[in-house]
């Protein structure tokens, strides 16, 4: 996690309470130039997205606050480095994740879809 938000411009935020940690948030950013990704070019306008790779709050913070304290930092630090788009993946299970979200103004863009083969 460390690693991949130093190689790739990205940042790691750490909400604490009473000298113990209660959540954290990870981002990275993914900086899409034209002549890098050929199938990425010819769908896509070049763009820069901060990627959410993490945010986790203890269950019993839940609600409190700290879960949007530390997207609101994360989504400044991408607007500093000029992102065009806060982006992340939710499991479709997660429901009070997905509700989170979307009160935050996230949309859901697309679905994965998959099977087991074994």
Not at 29 to 37: N, S, Y
Not at 53 to 69: C, H, K
Request: hydrophobic residues 35%; charged residues 30%.
């Amino acid at each position: 996690m460390i690693d991949d938000s130093e190689d790739m411009d990205g940042a790691i935020y750490v909400a604490e309470e009473n000298g113990q940690v209660v959540g954290f948030i990870q981002g990275v950013i993914i900086d899409h130039q034209p002549g890098q990704d050929t199938v990425f070019d010819a769908v896509h306008a070049p763009r820069k997205d901060g990627w959410i790779g993490l945010l986790y709050v203890e269950p019993e913070q839940r609600g409190s606050g700290i879960g949007r304290a530390l997207l609101d930092e994360m989504k400044r630090y991408f607007q500093s480095k000029n992102c065009d788009t806060l982006r992340l993946k939710v499991l479709s299970s997660n429901q009070r994740a997905i509700t989170f979200y979307e009160k935050y103004g996230l949309t859901a863009r697309e679905v994965e879809m998959i099977t087991k083969l074994r």
